[in-house]
């Protein structure tokens, strides 16, 4: 299969997460905050793995380690920057207190997504094996993502199906950014490589700023004790990866 078509199924993939958010119709909302946690641990487990145990090693690779951790850098601040200008937060509660913000989060969204689909394609120029852990790494993210921008555009007063089409809508600019990585990468070789590293930073940004905090929220042990080992079991999905050929 060619690296194009790898890259086009791996983004429709993305893309398609964006209709889980009709899940929240079959479940109460406290047994979803319930799922939505340990989904959050999962996600930023992956993330970090993903970045420390395949991004950053294969950058290194083919870089000096100061290129490939100003990279990482600059990954990081760029995600922090786009949060920063667009006002553009994640809502995993499913609830947010500004009603006009669901536009800003669409935009916000979109251009997030582009971005996926902008590093996807770099995993799959590289090697396919780095192409499909990138992709299981933004899916995982995506999942506990998706469900939450589902209920700021329900809060905001979309319609249920409204809200499933934009998210959608939005969702398939990531197969733009996929084919444009993929073009793109013909014109400027290292185009793919340096995204690699990029993609790291903003995996570390999004796990850090974003996905751990909201489990830090909980105060259980008990409860508390489970996300952890949930978010471990996220960066061991990364690990065991790291055995498999394709």
């Given at each position: 299969m060619?690296?194009?078509?790898?890259?086009?199924?791996?983004?429709?993939?993305?893309?398609?997460?964006?209709?889980?958010?009709?899940i929240?119709?079959?479940?109460?909302?406290?047994?979803?905050?319930?799922?939505?946690?340990?989904?959050?641990?999962?996600?930023?487990?992956?993330?970090?793995?993903?970045?420390?145990?395949?991004?950053i090693?294969?950058?290194?690779?083919?870089?000096t380690s100061?290129?490939?951790?100003?990279?990482?850098?600059?990954?990081?601040?760029?995600?922090?920057?786009?949060?920063?200008i667009?006002?553009?937060?994640?809502?995993?509660?499913?609830?947010?207190?500004?009603?006009?913000f669901?536009?800003?989060?669409?935009?916000g969204?979109?251009?997030?997504?582009?971005?996926?689909?902008?590093?996807?394609?770099?995993g799959f120029?590289?090697?396919?094996?780095?192409?499909?852990i990138?992709t299981?790494?933004?899916?995982?993210?995506?999942?506990?993502?998706?469900?939450g921008?589902?209920?700021?555009?329900?809060?905001?007063g979309?319609?249920?199906?409204?809200?499933?089409?934009?998210n959608?809508?939005?969702a398939?600019?990531?197969?733009?950014?996929?084919?444009?990585?993929?073009?793109?990468?013909?014109?400027?070789?290292?185009l793919a490589?340096?995204?690699?590293?990029?993609?790291?930073?903003?995996f570390?940004?999004?796990?850090?700023?974003?996905?751990?905090?909201?489990?830090?929220?909980?105060?259980?042990?008990?409860?508390?004790?489970?996300v952890?080992?949930?978010?471990?079991?996220?960066?061991?999905?990364?690990?065991?990866l790291?055995?498999?050929?394709v």
């Open positions: 060619s690296t194009l078509l790898w890259i086009i199924l791996a983004t429709i993939f993305v893309s398609l997460i964006a209709f889980i958010g009709i929240t119709l079959f479940f109460k909302e406290k047994l979803l905050k319930k799922i939505l946690l340990f989904l959050i641990a999962l996600s930023a487990g992956a993330l970090m793995g993903g970045a420390f145990l395949h991004l090693p294969e950058a290194i690779e083919e870089f100061e290129t490939v951790f100003i990279s990482v850098l600059l990954g990081f601040v760029l995600f922090f920057l786009i949060e920063k667009l006002h553009w937060r994640h809502c995993h509660e499913g609830e947010c207190p500004i009603h006009t669901a536009y800003i989060n669409l935009f969204d979109s251009v997030h997504n582009f971005l996926d689909g902008l590093i996807i394609a770099s120029i590289i090697d396919i094996k780095l192409g499909i990138t299981l790494a933004i899916a995982l993210h995506e999942i506990p993502q998706e469900i921008d589902f209920g700021v555009l329900v809060y905001a979309f319609k249920k199906m409204k809200a499933l089409l934009f959608f809508l939005t398939l600019t990531a197969i733009l950014g996929g084919l444009i990585g993929f073009f793109l990468s013909n014109y400027t070789s290292n490589m340096f995204l690699v590293p990029f993609a790291a930073g903003g570390i940004y999004i796990a850090a700023s974003d996905l751990i905090p909201e489990i830090r929220k909980e105060t259980q042990i008990k409860k508390s004790a489970l952890f080992i949930t978010f471990i079991i996220g960066i061991l999905i990364m690990y065991a790291k055995f498999i050929s």
